[in-house]
């Protein structure tokens, strides 16, 4: 199927034009102006010549079935002509005409019809109101200048048209290159996820290593992160925009694709999940996908060497590395030396190493020769910046660069400022296959993202003492707000650790307590225990506890005790909440009397793996309390973590729970324990 | 002084040359090809022609003192050259020779002595080691392109020559316009703060309203200070990099310009006293020059109308403008209606406007005529997107809106996305005076910078009750540490409330305590308090404290008790701290025990205007715990804020307080007291 869609044999344009400010006229000329080596079929109904191409009047007319068709009549008239192309045996039917779902619930109705008929006769529709398709090998695409694609380039799939165009002028501009361009429009049939699929699918190792998505609504996110994870371990790096998730943006997104609004919290756990890098802009889209290409799957480290022919842009960069956690490290004495060797007096020979404007394209060549030679245990990345002082020949100080981006053990990742001045020399780069920044600061935040991308791991499929069986045995029949007994059962069978508590009719009973002191006790038998002086807390011996018992049991009704562990520590919140069409978020937070006021929660898909727990429990802000404060031992992550794992598993295995909270879950070290928990079914 | 430096009556190059790879060569092609008004002189040791223009061998033949000398020879020849300018009689030199400060000590030494010479002689001295001076009337500069500026552009007065180069090409290809580029190089005599001190000092009614800066050390914060808000005051908008600031970024910066490193929190609240817009990085300093051009001076509201010609984009902007706090409001009824009457079938016709790739110029003048009669009054800004879908003619359209900039009630920020396929109409747009971003996500990211930006404040001079003169006889003669008596007697003369205390001999005086309970009772007499069971907290009432006054006389060598107010509540910390060359930094943060782990402070300089103290209070994260949680009452603010007034004005008064801590500072609405803390001085 993808090759079908790439390099199709045969593509035809149903409403093909002379007039090329229309959408059929467009494509005709795009895919003209592109070249295509296959057979390019027009139908139009007057038929004749269009754009100096013979035209069919008629889709039953054409000589064969047009592995690729593309749709770009009014919209009344695409229902037949999708009809008529199933008919003929197309297998992708990509439709352009606006006037669908995005106009209202009528519209919404046809395109349900569309995609009914596509699925009906094994057709993938894509459309309508989508620009269409351009790969290395076409350019079927209504909107935009068909740009030069190359096999081999970022793959981008996305819910609007524009956005690819737009993305597309700024990455060509900075030498990105892609394989393909792919527009799903209002999702009819097929979205961004189902087009993820068909690219997974047929991944093969020769296919691109770079993908990019921008979505307005997703409209299948178990699909997103099944295809997405696929891609992931395939060696695919993805990255994406999710748009659309504020409420101005989400009615925007609205009235231009129809896209309904989502739980952006929902939407990041998923992206988190799927290991998609998430941005918010075109331009960090570029960055992002820059790094991605430019370090050829190497991005973990975090350790940069810079070479820089100008002062400013060296301490720019080095700040920004630093603040997001990076290292710029100083280079040794030897390296030094070396380094002093082969450049003018003045010139920075630590880390950034500052040639100076006035050094030429062989000193260049030296320092990096020197540098892939010195420091290739010592830095995971070297950064090349080189403005244009007007001064040195630039063209050939970015040849040298070229050439080591090929030959460098290290990733090099080139930095440009010069966008004027180095206009020539710089398109000159781009045509040798060079990539780079136009902004260093912009760089070292592109690059953070991608080394603290969010990685796939494996979800824990069970649990020490988890009893699945016993579980299910709990629920079933339950319906609503579980009683606290059966929430406590529930959870103390998926291994979920409550304070001890016994209930003593007799005063005998204190020595045998199965728990340390300190205590709570309550009279059992009132009501309002409270109201009558009913509970006593911070009870430290057996002494004392006896004592209580004798003032308890002097209340009006008292019929015993409620002996209760008495939990001291931090607090944490910990719950589950199920998303439709995403499955369960778990999350995790500041407990105790700030939950309310600081909101430092953070959510994360159902099931989890282990790292995820962890990386859930290290994002939120108040982490340095649950490490203890002010000598008081802090919360053990371990046990923390076996507790998120088991809420993931619970909530995964027994979907008809609709919310669940433990809160506080509260204690020192290991020993931990859920205070309070709530578990809601339907 | 400043006419002099924009607009000399004659320039003179001090090593001028025929090899253009040189300085003095590179300088004097750039002077000639960008055009000089006035009187250029080369001085070059041969004579003769350079450039086809006559060199005089020597400073002292020269027929007259240059307005403008710029130096370009080896940096052993600069000193004499300096002596010999001024023996001449020229008022401002410029050095752009390197091999100074940025070597070591012998270079730093040289400057002083270059500093010292200008200073006698009264000449304003720039550099060494600078690029120069560009402005509307001269190209004194010798790294880059000859850039055509524009009187009344922006000011861009930088620490770093190649930085000026770079950040030039990038908003050239935005259309900002320049009106001077002003490099200090090491700042031996004169860094940024005295450049501004200069432009301050000759500001008249048709000076620039916007300047830009770039640091890598402040080498005079006062100097900036009073600069900065003397512009400000006039009506000028700034913006600034301060480069160097992490450990990384300030070797970089100290091998680059000599700069030494400084404290970042400092610098910070320079800037935010000052009311300089902080940024990181080039792209985002021209980011915010592109709004303060545009939105001339109308930069307070937070409600944007958003007219598009494609979806995504539309979306993008609307998501990032509410994720920022601004508003996209809805149109009402009878706009959307005018809206839709002259947009085709499927526009979007509420907020945004979507005109849809097909929507001719024509369209766009009757959607902007519309909004500045109906919105005029519910919003603030309109943003206008094209991109080019290559069916519409875009230079129309961008005529369209460089009309509207200048007609428009409500400021217009066009943002265009097709930097590839639009080149030759945006330079058109530019070449008629446009200006525009690339990115609308970084658009709102520019206005929100700007829409916040700090604002200046007159500091308070005085509080009710704040006796000066009695805490000068109080701190007359301390050194050190201060007793906790002297402390708290400084601090309440200051008008800061510490809770009550008395000490007692007599039992019957408890009676007449003069506070409220509940109370702490210390025994008085014993060293060790706590050890002897001294220490009694949540004394409720008259009972319980003779109670407890029985029990603790009965210690070993009790002499009375001491009585405490005991104040429950929030609890925050407030201090200052003196800092070199900035004065004190007052901070305020969140106390108690997350004090050290959270690390939730802020700072400001001294003194403290109340709406500066506000916005500290306002600007730390735990903000909604101030408020109160669980229906606890909050702190009263403006409390905290009169607290926060008089330590600014304590310090501000006493610069030989080195530090000064109020932690905890405690307690609920207005009833706030500051349990304990410390003052050092020196």
Redesign the interface.
């Known amino acids: 199927m993808l090759k079908n869609l790439l390099e199709p044999k045969s593509i035809a344009v149903i409403g093909a034009s002379e007039d090329v400010?229309k959408p059929g006229g467009?494509l005709t000329l795009n895919i003209l102006t592109k070249g295509f080596a296959g057979n390019l079929y027009l139908v139009n109904p007057k038929g004749g010549m269009i754009q100096g191409v013979k035209a069919y009047p008629s889709i039953p007319e054409l000589p064969e079935a047009p592995e690729l068709a593309l749709i770009g009549v009014p919209a009344k008239f695409v229902r037949t002509a999708l009809e008529e192309l199933a008919a003929k045996g197309s297998k992708i039917v990509v439709v352009l005409s606006?006037?669908f779902g995005?106009?209202g619930p009528e519209g919404k109705a046809e395109e349900r019809a569309l995609a009914e008929i596509a699925t009906r006769h094994g057709v993938l529709l894509l459309g309508p109101n989508c620009s269409g398709v351009m790969t290395y090998a076409h350019a079927s695409k209504f909107?935009?200048?068909a740009l030069k694609l190359e096999k081999g380039g970022i793959d981008f799939i996305?819910?609007?048209g524009?956005?690819v165009?737009?993305l597309a002028?700024?990455a060509?501009?900075r030498g990105l290159k892609f394989n393909s361009f792919l527009t799903v429009g209002n999702s009819a049939q097929s979205g961004v996820p189902d087009v993820m699929e068909i690219y997974d699918a047929d991944h093969g190792p020769d296919s691109p290593k770079v993908m990019i998505t921008?979505q307005?609504s997703i409209v299948n996110p178990q699909k997103f992160l099944k295809a997405a994870r696929s891609l992931n371990k395939k060696g695919v790096l993805l990255a994406g925009?999710k748009?659309?998730?504020?409420?101005?943006?989400s009615?925007?997104?609205a009235?231009?694709?129809g896209a309904m609004a989502t739980n952006d919290t929902a939407v990041q756990a998923l992206f988190d999940k799927a290991g998609v890098i998430r941005v918010?802009?075109?331009?960090?889209l570029v960055d992002v996908a820059a790094i991605l290409t430019l370090v050829k799957g190497r991005a973990d480290g975090r350790r940069v060497a810079?070479v820089t022919d100008?002062?400013?842009?060296?301490?720019?960069?080095?700040?920004?590395?630093?603040?997001l956690g990076f290292?710029?490290p100083?280079f040794n004495e030897r390296t030094r030396a070396r380094l002093a060797e082969v450049l003018p007096?003045?010139a920075?020979v630590?880390n950034?190493v500052?040639t100076l404007?006035?050094s030429p394209a062989a000193n260049l060549e030296k320092v990096l020769s020197i540098l892939i030679e010195e420091v290739k245990d010592q830095v995971d990345y070297i950064v090349v910046m080189n403005?244009?002082?007007?001064?040195?020949d630039n063209w050939a100080l970015y040849q040298v660069a070229r050439k080591f981006m090929d030959i460098s053990p290290i990733p090099i990742i080139p930095s440009y400022?010069?966008?004027?001045?180095s206009e020539v020399p710089l398109k000159k780069f781009r045509e040798i296959g060079g990539c780079y920044f136009?902004?260093?600061?912009?760089l070292a935040r592109a690059l953070s993202r991608v080394v603290n991308r969010p990685r796939i791991y494996e979800p824990e499929k069970s649990a020490v003492g988890y009893d699945k069986k016993k579980i299910a045995e709990l629920l079933n029949g339950c319906h609503g707000a579980l009683s606290p007994q059966i929430t406590r059962e529930v959870l103390q069978t998926a291994g979920v650790r409550f304070p001890g508590q016994v209930e003593l009719r007799e005063k005998a009973g204190l020595k045998d307590v199965p728990f340390a002191f300190p205590w709570v006790m309550k009279v059992m038998g009132p009501l309002h225990k409270s109201d009558v002086g009913g509970v006593r807390v911070g009870i430290k011996d057996i002494k004392e506890a006896e004592m209580v018992w004798d003032d308890l049991l002097k209340i009006k009704d008292a019929s015993g005790t409620l002996v209760q562990q008495m939990v001291k520590g931090t607090e944490v919140i910990i719950g589950a909440n199920r998303e439709p069409g995403y499955g369960h978020l778990v999350a995790f937070g500041l407990g105790g009397?700030?939950t309310?006021?600081?909101?430092d929660v953070k959510f994360a898909l159902a099931p989890l793996a282990k790292e995820e727990a962890d990386r859930l429990i290290h994002s939120i802000?108040?982490l340095?309390?649950l490490?203890g404060?002010?000598g008081e031992p802090g919360m053990d992550f371990e046990t923390l973590r076996d507790i998120l794992v088991r809420i993931g598993l619970l909530v995964t295995d027994f979907p008809a729970i609709q919310e669940l909270d433990l809160n506080p879950v509260k204690g020192y070290g290991k020993d931990i324990f859920t205070v309070d928990a709530r578990i809601l079914v339907d």
């Open positions: 400010t467009r606006a006037g995005e106009l909107t935009g200048v996305s819910g609007s524009a956005t165009d737009f002028e700024h060509m501009r921008y307005e925009i748009a659309g998730t504020t409420q101005a943006g009615r925007a997104a009235s231009h694709t918010d802009s075109r331009l960090e810079i100008a002062g400013g842009p060296g301490v720019m960069l080095s700040d920004e590395l630093s603040r290292e710029v100083a007096a003045g920075g630590g950034p500052d404007p006035t403005g244009d002082a007007g001064m040195m400022e010069s966008v004027l001045s136009e902004d260093e600061v912009y009397i700030y309310e006021a600081l909101k802000r108040s340095p309390l490490k404060v002010r």
